[in-house]
C-alpha cells in the first residue's frame, strides 16, 4: 500500500514535533507538501520532511498539491476555516488541539467532514502516550475499582515574546486551559468519563499574556468520582512537567517520572513500552484513513473536551458552579 500523501499547513513550533513523527512513519505517510504563511518556515519544514512543494496560501495548496489528507498546526482561531476548506476539497483532517475556540465552529468543522465522508481528527496526542494507555487500560480493566478521585497537573514557564499569537486571547481561545490545559482535561474525560458540574479558579498575569497563566479546575463525573486539573504557564521551576493521580477503591495509579502501581506487593515501577506520543498519534489517524476507522481523538470527542474548558472559563467569569452540557 503507497504512503498516504500528507499536506502540512503551518510549520511553526508544533511543527517541529509532527514532522519528527512523519520521519518515522515513511511507509505509512508521506508530507508531500508544505505550507506557511512564511515562505521560510515552510521551506525549513520541507527539507526536514523531504516534501515536494512549498505554499504560502492553504488555498492553493488544497488547489494544487497531490495530497490526501492536511495536518493542520495553525493559531487555534484558524482551525476552524482551514479544516472546513479542507473537508470540501475531499481531504482528511488532523488539526491541533484545540478543536476550534468555541462550540459553533467545531460543530461546522465536525458536519463538513460528515458531509464529506473524510476523516477528522484532533491531535489530542497525550492519548497516545503509552503511559496514559496504561492507566486507561487498568481503569477498563477494574484493577483499581470504583473510581473515587483524579487529579492531573501541568507545569510550564511559557514567556513568549510580544506579538507571538499565543499572548492574544482571542487567537488562543482563552489561556493556559484551552492551550496546553486541554490535553489534561481531555485525560480526565478519557480517565473518568464525561463530567457533569465544573468549577473554576484563574489567575492572569498581563506581562505573559492577555489570558489566564494558571487555573485549578474541579469536577463532578456523572460516575459519582471526582476530579482536578492544575495548569500552570508561570511555574519558574518546577520537579516535574506533567503528572497524573487515580485513585480507586481497590488501588491507585500515578504517573511522575515514571508509572506506579499501587498493587498487593505496595508500590511498583510498571515498564511503559517507549514510543513517541506524536508518532503514535499520526500512526493512528494513517490506519484509521486505511481502515475507514473512527479516530480516538475524533471531532465528537474533542467537542466535549473544548465544551468543557468553555465550562470552566464561564465558572471563573460568573463564580458559580456551571452545569453541563452547556
Given amino acids: 500500500m503507497k504512503p498516504i500523501k500528507i499536506g502540512l499547513i503551518g510549520c511553526g513550533g508544533i511543527s517541529r514535533a509532527h514532522a519528527r513523527g512523519y520521519q518515522s512513519l515513511k511507509e505509512l505517510l508521506k508530507v508531500k507538501a508544505t505550507c506557511d504563511v512564511s515562505e521560510e518556515a515552510a521551506a525549513e519544514r520541507a527539507k526536514q520532511v523531504d516534501a515536494d512543494q512549498v505554499y504560502t496560501n492553504y488555498a492553493k495548496m488544497l488547489k494544487e498539491a497531490d495530497i490526501d489528507a492536511v495536518d493542520i498546526c495553525l493559531p487555534h482561531d484558524l482551525h476552524a476555516e482551514v479544516s472546513i476548506a479542507a473537508s470540501k476539497a475531499g481531504k482528511h483532517v488532523i488539526v491541533e488541539k484545540p478543536i476550534a475556540v468555541n462550540l459553533n465552529e467545531a460543530d461546522s468543522m465536525i458536519s463538513a467532514a460528515e458531509k464529506a465522508g473524510t476523516i477528522l481528527m484532533v491531535a489530542l496526542n497525550e492519548r497516545y502516550d503509552p503511559a496514559h494507555e496504561m492507566i486507561k487500560q487498568m481503569i477498563d480493566d477494574g484493577k483499581l475499582g470504583e473510581l473515587l478521585c483524579i487529579r492531573i497537573d501541568h507545569n510550564q514557564n511559557v514567556m513568549l515574546p510580544k506579538g507571538h499569537w499565543i499572548r492574544s486571547k482571542a487567537k488562543l481561545g482563552?489561556?493556559?486551559?484551552?492551550?496546553?490545559?486541554?490535553?489534561?482535561?481531555?485525560?480526565l474525560r478519557w480517565f473518568g468519563g464525561e463530567v457533569s458540574h465544573v468549577a473554576n479558579f484563574q489567575v492572569n498575569q498581563p506581562d505573559r499574556m492577555e489570558g489566564e497563566v494558571a487555573a485549578v479546575m474541579s469536577?463532578?463525573?456523572?460516575?459519582?468520582?471526582?476530579?482536578?486539573?492544575?495548569?500552570?504557564?508561570?511555574?519558574?521551576?518546577?520537579?516535574?512537567?506533567?503528572?497524573?493521580?487515580?485513585?480507586?477503591?481497590?488501588?491507585?495509579?500515578?504517573?511522575?517520572?515514571?508509572?506506579?502501581?499501587?498493587?498487593?506487593?505496595?508500590?511498583?515501577?510498571?515498564?511503559?513500552?517507549?514510543?513517541?506520543?506524536?508518532?503514535?498519534?499520526?500512526?493512528?489517524?494513517?490506519?484509521?484513513?486505511?481502515?475507514?476507522?473512527?479516530?480516538?481523538?475524533?471531532?465528537?470527542?474533542?467537542?466535549?473536551?473544548?465544551?468543557?474548558?468553555?465550562?470552566?472559563?464561564?465558572?471563573?467569569?460568573?463564580?458559580?458552579?456551571?452545569?453541563?452540557?452547556?
Fill in 174 to 187: 482563552g489561556g493556559v486551559l484551552i492551550g496546553s490545559g486541554i490535553h489534561r482535561v481531555d485525560l
Fill in 219 to 326: 469536577v463532578n463525573f456523572e460516575s459519582g468520582c471526582i476530579g482536578e486539573a492544575t495548569v500552570i504557564w508561570a511555574v519558574r521551576k518546577a520537579p516535574w512537567y506533567e503528572g497524573a493521580w487515580v485513585y480507586g477503591t481497590e488501588g491507585s495509579v500515578y504517573r511522575i517520572n515514571g508509572l506506579f502501581w499501587d498493587s498487593a506487593d505496595g508500590y511498583v515501577k510498571l515498564d511503559v513500552p517507549e514510543a513517541g506520543s506524536f508518532t503514535e498519534e499520526l500512526r493512528h489517524f494513517g490506519q484509521c484513513i486505511n481502515s475507514g476507522e473512527k479516530p480516538l481523538t475524533n471531532g465528537h470527542e474533542a467537542r466535549r473536551s473544548l465544551e468543557l474548558v468553555l465550562a470552566a472559563y464561564e465558572s471563573a467569569e460568573i463564580g458559580e458552579i456551571v452545569k453541563l452540557p452547556l
